[in-house]
């Protein structure tokens, strides 16, 4: 039996972490296992890889920032989600690969064509079997995240890279459009709740 892969995604502020403890605490009711884990992390060298890759003292090439990223997520897969999925259990991910098209990819540059290279190379075919994309504007995000903790790396950078970073995702969720859905994160969480219920149900039974 295999479990459940779902990821979240989203630019900086979108509303994710809240999102994710919502359905961890929904699955956990129906009496689902899940492992909840983050990328770039989740494993001790994955973390180590975020330290580095969040650091914004340390500038690096945009192609070694989207190799780091796969790099973790080999470390990832291997270690954490394949075991947990051959489990049965199910993985709540906090980003996953959507996350490199849509900030290496849209955001700095690199190439779309390299990184479809990479994602098959590491993922071999894997896919989540769900991917939540929490889409709101730029500004709201930024006021969002501004309130919560000092900025990391991504977070320092300006308003136009993270309209790249949303057009990055949006263009994702159109070419992988049975995979992932598109939720509104402006409206109140309430609202969220009801529309990630209608999804998630089904998948559950
Ligand atoms: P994030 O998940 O937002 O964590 P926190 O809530 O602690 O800020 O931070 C991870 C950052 O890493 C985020 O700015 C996006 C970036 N990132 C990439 O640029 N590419 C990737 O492939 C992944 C997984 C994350």
Known sequence: M??????????????????????A?????????????????GTTIGEKLRALLLDKNEAMHLETEALLMFAARREHLDKVITPALARGDWVLCDRFTDATFAYQGSGRGVDWARLCILEQWVQ????????????????????????????????LERHDFFER???????????SATRMRVIDAGTPVEQIQRELRQIMEPLCR
């Open 2 to 23: 295999h479990g459940k892969f779902i990821t979240l995604e989203g630019i900086d502020g979108a509303g994710k972490t809240t999102h994710l403890a919502w359905l």
């Open 124 to 155: 071999a075919g894997l896919q989540p079997d769900l991917t939540l994309l929490f889409d709101v504007a730029p500004e709201v995000g930024r006021q969002r995240a501004g309130s919560i903790k000092a900025p990391d790396r991504f977070e």
């Open 25 to 41: 605490g929904f699955i956990k009711e129906r009496g689902i296992k899940a492992v909840v884990t983050r990328e770039p992390g």
């Open 165 to 175: 970073v949303r057009d990055g995702y949006l263009r994702r969720a159109r070419e």
